[in-house]
């Protein structure tokens, strides 16, 4: 009895993770929630899915697999089954960059052709800009993201203080 309910509170618990993407708000690809909101996804990091960059293309293959050829199938799953769920992503810097929208993408190193980047908004602060300076090729990464509905990017959640990003509550 003691399995069922601590099991119904991690499903309950993993329920309102997933869920705080609909209390937040969009900046372009910026997700956007409030300082508690941030600071109870933050709190509920070691409960959450962590995937590596490989293992996040590896989830959005299974969901793709599961569809056969039905394109149509495929579309609603990638919203319903994989866009706009809190993850961790791990892996190692391939590079970091500016994106056409002046975003910050910190790509993570992939077996496939192609890396994952994370991505923070151009609003962020200078202090979170300075640790993206300092990172180099082949240092590990972690973060807490946003899944999108593709698993070439994934979305760094955030909070405004006074028209700042700010990455941590």
């Not at 997933?18 to 209390?23: A, I, N």
């Not at 993201?145 to 070439?152: D, L």
């Amino acid at each position: 009895m003691k399995k069922i309910l601590a099991l119904i509170a991690l499903c309950f618990c993993g329920y309102l993770c997933f869920s705080e993407s609909l209390e937040g708000s969009l900046d372009g690809n910026a997700h956007i929630f409030s300082y508690n909101t941030l600071k109870r996804i933050h709190e509920q990091k070691n409960t959450m899915s962590e995937y590596s960059a490989n293992g996040l293309i590896q989830w959005y293959n299974r969901v793709k697999d599961s569809c056969g050829n039905n394109e149509l199938l495929f579309e609603q799953k990638k919203e319903t089954e994989f866009a706009n769920k809190g993850i961790v992503i791990t892996g190692y810097v391939y590079q970091v960059r500016k994106s056409f929208f002046d975003e910050y993408i910190v790509e993570l190193d992939t077996s496939d052709s192609f890396y994952v980047g994370v991505v923070y908004p151009k609003k962020i602060s200078q202090a979170m800009v300075s640790e993206l300076m300092n990172l180099k090729r082949d240092d590990y990464f972690k973060a807490i993201v946003c899944t999108r509905s593709t698993c070439r990017y994934v979305d760094v959640p955030v909070w405004n203080q006074n028209g700042v990003y700010r990455t941590e509550p």
